[in-house]
């Protein structure tokens, strides 16, 4: 279907077709189509824009990337799906290593998606996991050596469950980007963005290009006066009182 450019929901009907479109192109698993439903009617909730809290988690976020010494971005498919050029962007701005992470099967999903980063340009880790993140039942458990196994700082992005907590006992800071204030994943991380990836990743690019021509000591500043429980409650208010356009 042809979205004209002026439709009020432009973004939103743009981003269902990219998600059918990766379904059919085995890049998204089938429940990546009900996990795009839950974060459109969170995102609807948020006025579908960018809130404040939101500016906050991305600037204290850009500083904990770009002061990493081994950061990840971990990717799945609906990610992939949504905003693949967006995200190798973002890479090449900290700079970062990209990680394909899936939790439903096929395994051979992962080349698919990384398929999808080499058109870009952006090579990625994850096709051959060899190493394993304790505490994981699931494929997410199964990581790069090179990437996931050894990153200090790991962004991952909309997905719910027992990851974030894993990577953190296992000694990483976590950013998650999660339209969902209250999900696991959100409250778990040092760092939850509560926003739309789609938005969220190109200011992060922006902000990570900022952030690398400042000094250490204001980029630890600004993750030492960050408080990830705080800005989720301020969500969470936001959106309880109606946050529409
Ligand atoms: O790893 P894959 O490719 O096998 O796919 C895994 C999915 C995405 C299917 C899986 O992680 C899943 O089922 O996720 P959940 O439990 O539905 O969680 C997805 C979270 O992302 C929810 O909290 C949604 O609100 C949120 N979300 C959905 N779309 C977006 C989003 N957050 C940010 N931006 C979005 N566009």
């Not at 990610?79 to 899936?102: D, F, H, S, Y």
């Not at 196994?149 to 000694?171: C, F, I, N, P, Q």
């Amino acid at each position: 279907m042809k979205i004209p450019k002026n439709h009020p929901r432009y973004n939103s009907l743009m981003q269902r077709e990219l998600i059918e479109d990766g379904v059919k192109r085995g890049i998204v698993t089938q429940t990546g189509m009900i996990a795009h439903g839950r974060g459109e009617a969170f995102d609807y909730l948020l006025g579908e824009k960018t809130n404040p809290e939101a500016r906050k988690q991305i600037g204290a976020a850009a500083a904990m990337l770009v002061l990493a010494k081994r950061p990840v971005i971990s990717v799945n498919g609906n990610a992939t799906a949504l905003c693949a050029k967006e995200i190798a962007g973002l890479a090449k701005a900290i700079p970062a290593r990209i990680e394909a992470n899936i939790f439903y099967p096929p395994e051979k999903r992962r080349k698919i998606i990384a398929r999808e980063f080499a058109k870009l340009g952006a090579k990625i880790l994850g096709t051959k996991p060899t190493k394993k993140i304790r505490g994981l039942g699931s494929a997410r458990s199964n990581v790069d050596a090179e990437g996931i196994w050894k990153a200090d700082v790991v962004l991952v992005m909309l997905e719910d469950g027992d990851r974030t907590e894993a990577l953190r006992k296992s000694g990483k800071k976590v950013i998650a980007i999660d339209l969902n204030p209250l999900s696991r994943t959100a409250q778990k991380a040092n760092i939850a963005i509560v926003d739309n990836i789609t938005r969220a990743v190109p200011m992060l690019e922006k902000k990570a290009g900022e952030f690398r021509k400042k000094g250490e000591k204001l980029l630890r500043a600004k993750i030492k006066q960050f408080n990830n429980k705080k800005n989720l409650d301020s969500v969470l208010s936001r959106m309880r009182k109606g946050n529409t356009k």
